[in-house]
């Protein structure tokens, strides 16, 4: 049996450090568990993207934890499709590379394939959005029988697989039609993402969606009305016993309660035209 712990948008920082005081509850929580590996899935840094010493800072962070973590990039840290000011572009990406590692990676256990995607490329046209998209097709082939489970940021859709745009929530339908089609075909088991500071855990079709929650801040309803999940602030575990997984999202108590409309203004204030 392998055991694999999420964690998620830390947005940690040198300098900024409103979210400080959440990582040692959270090291000590994964400590306890002592897991086989820990994916975090995005929004390592406050702003990585554009910010070294975010990078530096929590390459730093993750080394202490005492397990293989394998990360995937957020829109803090890499930029996001088409931004006016933080475009994902080359530059950025091998900024992330070089501080926290491939930004799209497969990890087999036995019985399963761990791809973890960078979402932040999708919409992008970006040269690297193509070629994630053809080693996606070869991971999947060569997956020689392997169930398979995702791992990204951004989830695919908030409400549902056929939703419009979401804008900043969720991938856009023209990139997630594709997508959803490779969850279909190939029985992706489940889709793990962050981004949304929620927690949910819910099925269409046969695949699991999961939202990990952040271990940093959670999110006002003025800025997500009506969202579903819950403002937990935790982790998720997954167990992997042959054929079979079981994840479970976990509240962790020590964690304080931040709300990022409290400090938006301080962590990522408006920018000048
Ligand atoms: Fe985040
Ligand atoms: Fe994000």
């Known amino acids: ?101 491939e930004d799209f990676w497969a990890h087999d256990l036995e019985g399963w394939r761990l791809i973890g995607l960078n979402s932040m490329l999708f919409g992008s046209d970006e040269a690297e959005e193509k070629r994630q998209l053809a080693w996606l097709d070869r991971q999947i082939a060569e997956a020689d029988g392997r169930r398979l489970g995702w791992f990204l940021h951004r989830p695919l859709f908030i409400e549902s697989p056929d939703e419009g745009d979401k804008g900043y929530w969720s991938v856009p339908p023209r990139p997630r039609r594709h997508l959803l089609e490779l969850v279909s075909r190939h029985e992706v088991a489940f889709v793990a993402s962050g981004h949304l500071h929620r927690a949910h855990d819910f099925a269409v079709d046969g695949t699991r969606y999961i939202w990990g929650p952040s271990s940093g801040f959670v999110v006002g309803p003025e800025l997500q009305p009506g969202m579903a999940g819950t403002t937990t602030l935790g982790a998720v575990s997954y167990t992997f016993d042959g054929r079979d997984f079981a994840a479970e999202i976990h509240e962790i108590p020590a964690l304080k309660t931040l709300w990022i409309d409290d400090v938006i203004h301080e962590v990522y204030p408006p920018r000048a035209a």
């Not at 568990?33 to 929590?58: F, I, K, S």
């Open 1 to 101: 049996m392998q055991r694999v712990v999420q964690i998620s948008d830390t947005h940690l920082s040198p300098t900024k450090r409103h979210f400080a005081d959440n990582w040692g509850p959270l090291a000590s929580w994964l400590a306890a568990r002592t897991p086989d590996l820990v994916v975090h899935t995005g929004d390592v840094t406050v702003d990585g993207a554009d910010v070294d010493e975010d990078m530096r800072h929590c390459r730093a962070l993750l080394d202490t934890l005492g397990a293989p973590v394998l990360s995937i990039p957020g829109n803090h840290d890499v930029g996001e499709a088409y931004h006016p000011h933080q475009p994902v572009n080359d530059a950025r990406l091998a900024s992330w590379r070089n501080h926290l590692g």
